[in-house]
């Protein structure tokens, strides 16, 4: 019998009830657990935890029993916040309600109260995980939550600490009038900040705010605290509101300003780009501890609005909340988008790992296997930009040609339109969803050793590198889709081998995705000569996936899920970023996160003191690598053109333009469906464009009359230059910023 009760103990133990996912890991985080520590504890991978976390997989007995039992536990010491769950797909007939916001004004010297969002925005469920800061200890920042009293929140409480980065990422400070700075957090968390100086800030940070996140990758490192000042937090510290032009110009707080000498006196540092708009102030390692803040001052123009839109005129609560979503998902900024989008690169795959110990027992630093290494790399002669040390030899005002310099980059290509479409009523533009990202996942690029130089190589399309090839000879009016030829009108489509869509006419550079799309176009190739790195890998796939899921889960709060038909998406993705402003800033903060990371793999030369033929400082980084952007761009632009290609063979649908991943359509109705032909089973045709939220898919980015086309070709058009309708498209307008393509 009691064989029959051990059998039915297990079968119960097997179903277990656990938390969710972003659940488990705020209870372990709450109490400072590592991922180490619980897997030690329960016999398995830290990686297996981290998949339980992240709801990748589900534990199964007899661990599943313990953890369940550690859960409970951990649930009674740190009990959760209630949150609002987040929003449906829109309904038609019921559109989202409007609440009334509660913020409203208040009398000069009250003191504000943080809400975990503002009242009429939900809160992403992402949120939910670190919401609930444990109550303050003797040993922790005083902290309150809304409707807490100040004398409350200065009251030690008996409970347990919350852990290392119990705190969050970031606090958004911000002072009244009778200068109490107080922070804003994750979640709705308050904290009043005791800090007088900026040094004493720095210190306050460090020791005892609990700011910070975890690292994102074993051998990685744990994330700075960042500190974001208002304006009146900047006057509190000695800082001024606005930056002088002067200053505004050189990008830093001028030499001799009192707070500098504060932080030298304090023994603080910053490093070479000063205290700026973002500032580093860190000491020294010691026995391998790091003591840095990272800070950002909005009123300096540290959140540019092509990036960040409209969060640098947020008030504090509000701010903490999109910049606290974008660090929970991305990670916490370190700078612009484009600097914060090659930092998490290194944070995804350091450089380093440790190794293993040696005959004394002491572990060292070693390189680490499929990253970029700690040195930077020279181009080869091809890849690098003008200017660079590599080309001093090069003539004075000598220009590059396609048979000198690798020219992979985005299209920008248009035709006129043909008889046929001017007698269509619509020009219908749809867009590809987070390209570059796309393009980066599973591209196998160069690692840490420098290329090699080959003459009449062998084409290989599984090595790296760039390739003197003549692709002249590829016929775009017969090519080979699948496995089988067909003919097509050549004329109406751009030629994938340039970004300005002409034909090639002799032998260029190209790095290796775009030959091996001639080969696949059914051509032979026969390279003349290449620069080639045997050592390769998928470096960017982990930073994909990292920006995918950002944005998709930031869509799936703006109401737009993965698993909506074409109908549906294109009904949900009406006035998608009105239902929440605030999110709508992260979504953008994270395209950009992603566009600017490829870009800052080729960042140029800037200011007028640098000459051409000398070094600047970006060629310093390992992360200084045209070959990887050039891949990238290689694999969006070929990506783009299957696709097209896919639906004029199957449609005879032509683009009329095409920028960077937005292509224009002639059609006789005003949506994409007009363009894309969905079956009834919801499928489209094989390999081409489809609607919906995950990248590479598309969505609908606007639709002009047929006329406006002809307007505005005549209008722009000039010295038989034709007009980009793309960049047009979504707007109409010609004064309106580019679309970002």
């Given at each position: 019998?009691?064989?029959?009760?051990?059998?039915?103990?297990?079968?119960?133990?097997?179903?277990?009830?656990?938390?969710?996912?972003?659940?488990?890991?705020?209870?372990?985080?709450?109490?400072?657990?590592?991922?180490?520590?619980?897997?030690?504890?329960?016999?398995?991978?830290?990686?297996?935890?981290?998949?339980?976390?992240?709801?990748?997989?589900?534990?199964?007995?007899?661990?599943?029993?313990?953890?369940?039992?550690?859960?409970?536990?951990?649930?009674?010491?740190?009990?959760?916040?209630?949150?609002?769950?987040?929003?449906?797909?829109?309904?038609?007939?019921?559109?989202?309600?409007?609440?009334?916001?509660?913020?409203?004004?208040?009398?000069?010297?009250?003191?504000?109260?943080?809400?975990?969002?503002?009242?009429?925005?939900?809160?992403?469920?992402?949120?939910?995980?670190?919401?609930?800061?444990?109550?303050?200890?003797?040993?922790?920042?005083?902290?309150?939550?809304?409707?807490?009293?100040?004398?409350?929140?200065?009251?030690?409480?008996?409970?347990?600490?919350?852990?290392?980065?119990?705190?969050?990422?970031?606090?958004?400070?911000?002072?009244?009038?009778?200068?109490?700075?107080t922070g804003y957090g994750v979640g709705g968390l308050l904290l009043d900040v005791p800090a007088k100086s900026l040094p004493a800030l720095v210190e306050w940070a460090l020791s005892e705010a609990q700011l910070g996140a975890e690292r994102l990758h074993g051998s990685g490192r744990d994330a700075d605290p960042l500190l974001v000042?208002?304006?009146?937090?900047?006057?509190?510290?000695?800082?001024?509101?606005?930056?002088?032009?002067?200053?505004?110009?050189?990008?830093?707080?001028?030499?001799?300003?009192?707070?500098?000498?504060?932080?030298?006196?304090?023994?603080?540092?910053?490093?070479?780009?000063?205290?700026?708009?973002?500032?580093?102030?860190?000491?020294?390692?010691?026995?391998?501890?790091?003591?840095?803040?990272?800070?950002?001052?909005?009123?300096?123009?540290?959140?540019?609005?092509?990036?960040?839109?409209?969060?640098?005129?947020?008030?504090?609560?509000?701010?903490a909340r999109v910049l606290g979503v974008y660090a929970q998902r991305v990670v916490t900024p370190v700078g612009t988008t484009a600097v914060t989008g090659l930092h998490l690169m290194t944070a995804l795959n350091p450089p380093t790992r440790a190794s293993e110990p040696d005959a004394a027992g002491k572990r060292h630093r070693e390189?680490?296997?499929?990253?970029?290494?700690?040195?930077?790399?020279?181009?080869?002669?091809?890849?690098?930009?003008?200017?660079?040390?590599?080309?001093?030899?090069?003539?004075?005002?000598?220009?590059?040609?396609?048979?000198?310099?690798?020219?992979?980059?985005?299209?920008?290509?248009?035709?006129?339109?043909?008889?046929?479409?001017?007698?269509?009523?619509?020009?219908?533009?749809?867009?590809?969803?987070?390209?570059?990202?796309?393009?980066?996942?599973?591209?196998?690029?160069?690692?840490?050793?420098?290329?090699?130089?080959?003459?009449?190589?062998?084409?290989?399309?599984?090595?790296?590198?760039?390739?003197?090839?003549?692709?002249?000879?590829?016929?775009?009016?017969?090519?080979?889709?699948?496995?089988?030829?067909?003919?097509?009108?050549?004329?109406?489509?751009?030629?994938?081998?340039?970004?300005?869509?002409?034909?090639?006419?002799?032998?260029?550079?190209?790095?290796?995705?775009?030959?091996?799309?001639?080969?696949?176009?059914?051509?032979?190739?026969?390279?003349?000569?290449?620069?080639?790195?045997?050592?390769?890998?998928?470096?960017?796939?982990?930073?994909?996936?990292?920006?995918?899921?950002?944005?998709?889960?930031?869509?799936?709060?703006?109401?737009?899920?993965?698993?909506?038909?074409?109908?549906?998406?294109?009904?949900?993705?009406?006035?998608?970023?009105?239902?929440?402003?605030?999110?709508?800033?992260?979504?953008?903060?994270?395209?950009?996160?992603?566009?600017?990371?490829?870009?800052?793999?080729?960042?140029?030369?800037?200011?007028?003191?640098?000459?051409?033929?000398?070094?600047?400082?970006?060629?310093?980084?390992?992360?200084?690598?045209?070959?990887?952007?050039?891949?990238?761009?290689?694999?969006?632009?070929?990506?783009?053109h299957r696709k097209m290609l896919n639906l004029a063979a199957a449609t005879g649908r032509y683009p009329i333009a095409v920028l960077s991943d937005c292509a224009v359509y002639a059609a006789d109705g005003p949506s994409p469906l007009d363009v894309l032909p969905y079956g009834a089973d919801g499928k489209t045709v094989a390999g081409?464009?489809?609607?919906?939220?995950?990248?590479?898919?598309?969505?609908?980015?606007?639709?002009?009359?047929?006329?406006?086309?002809?307007?505005?070709?005549?209008?722009?058009?000039?010295?038989?230059?034709?007009?980009?309708?793309?960049?047009?498209?979504?707007?109409?307008?010609?004064?309106?910023?580019?679309?970002?393509?």
């Open positions: 019998m009691s064989e029959l009760f051990d059998a039915v103990d297990a079968l119960i133990a097997s179903r277990s009830p656990l938390p969710p996912p972003a659940e488990r890991r705020r209870l372990r985080q709450a109490h400072a657990l590592t991922l180490d520590e619980v897997a030690a504890a329960l016999d398995v991978r830290r990686a297996t935890i981290g998949g339980w976390e992240s709801g990748k997989a589900e534990p199964r007995p007899p661990q599943r029993e313990a953890y369940a039992r550690m859960l409970a536990q951990l649930a009674l010491l740190y009990p959760a916040m209630e949150t609002t769950a987040p929003i449906a797909a829109p309904q038609p007939e019921a559109p989202a309600p409007e609440a009334s916001d509660t913020t409203g004004p208040r009398p000069a010297g009250a003191k504000a109260t943080a809400t975990p969002a503002p009242a009429h925005f939900p809160v992403p469920a992402s949120e939910a995980e670190d919401a609930a800061p444990a109550p303050a200890s003797a040993s922790s920042p005083a902290s309150r939550r809304p409707g807490a009293s100040k004398a409350a929140a200065r009251t030690p409480s008996a409970g347990p600490a919350h852990g290392q980065h119990g705190h969050g990422p970031l606090l958004v400070l911000d002072a009244d009038a009778d200068g109490q700075v000042l208002t304006t009146s937090a900047c006057e509190r510290y000695g800082l001024p509101a606005q930056l002088p032009e002067a200053a505004r110009l050189a990008g830093r707080l001028p030499e001799g300003h009192k707070v500098l000498g504060q932080l030298e006196r304090a023994e603080w540092q910053l490093t070479k780009r000063g205290l700026g708009p973002w500032a580093r102030i860190y000491r020294p390692a010691q026995g391998g501890r790091r003591s840095c803040v990272q800070l950002c001052i909005p009123s300096w123009h540290a959140l540019d609005d092509r990036a960040w839109g409209h969060a640098a005129q947020l008030g504090p609560a509000e701010l390189l680490r296997p499929g990253s970029l290494g700690t040195e930077a790399l020279d181009p080869a002669p091809c890849e690098a930009t003008d200017g660079h040390p590599v080309l001093a030899d090069l003539p004075r005002f000598h220009v590059r040609g396609p048979g000198e310099k690798l020219m992979e980059e985005a299209y920008d290509w248009a035709r006129e339109m043909t008889d046929a479409e001017c007698m269509q009523h619509f020009l219908v533009g749809i867009d590809v969803n987070l390209a570059f990202g796309a393009a980066a996942n599973g591209a196998v690029v160069g690692l840490a050793t420098p290329p090699v130089h080959v003459v009449r190589p062998a084409f290989d399309p599984a090595v790296p590198g760039s390739w003197l090839v003549d692709l002249s000879h590829v016929d775009p009016s017969r090519v080979k889709i699948g496995k089988q030829w067909r003919d097509l009108d050549g004329d109406l489509l751009p030629s994938a081998f340039t970004p300005s869509g002409e034909r090639p006419t002799g032998p260029a550079w190209y790095a290796t995705p775009t030959v091996a799309y001639a080969v696949e176009l059914g051509y032979d190739v026969a390279p003349v000569e290449g620069w080639l790195r045997p050592e390769s890998g998928r470096y960017l796939d982990g930073w994909y996936k990292r920006l995918r899921d950002a944005y998709v889960a930031t869509m799936a709060d703006l109401g737009v899920g993965e698993k909506l038909g074409p109908r549906e998406f294109l009904q949900a993705m009406d006035c998608y970023k009105q239902r929440d402003p605030e999110l709508a800033l992260v979504l953008d903060a994270v395209k950009m996160t992603v566009k600017g990371g490829i870009g800052k793999l080729q960042e140029k030369a800037r200011g007028g003191g640098w000459k051409p033929g000398h070094a600047w400082p970006a060629l310093a980084r390992p992360t200084w690598r045209p070959d990887i952007r050039a891949a990238v761009i290689s694999r969006a632009r070929i990506n783009m081409s464009f489809r609607l919906g939220v995950s990248p590479g898919m598309v969505k609908h980015e606007g639709t002009q009359s047929v006329l406006w086309g002809a307007k505005k070709s005549e209008e722009l058009g000039a010295d038989g230059h034709i007009a980009n309708l793309a960049r047009y498209i979504k707007t109409g307008r010609a004064d309106s910023p580019d679309t970002g393509k």
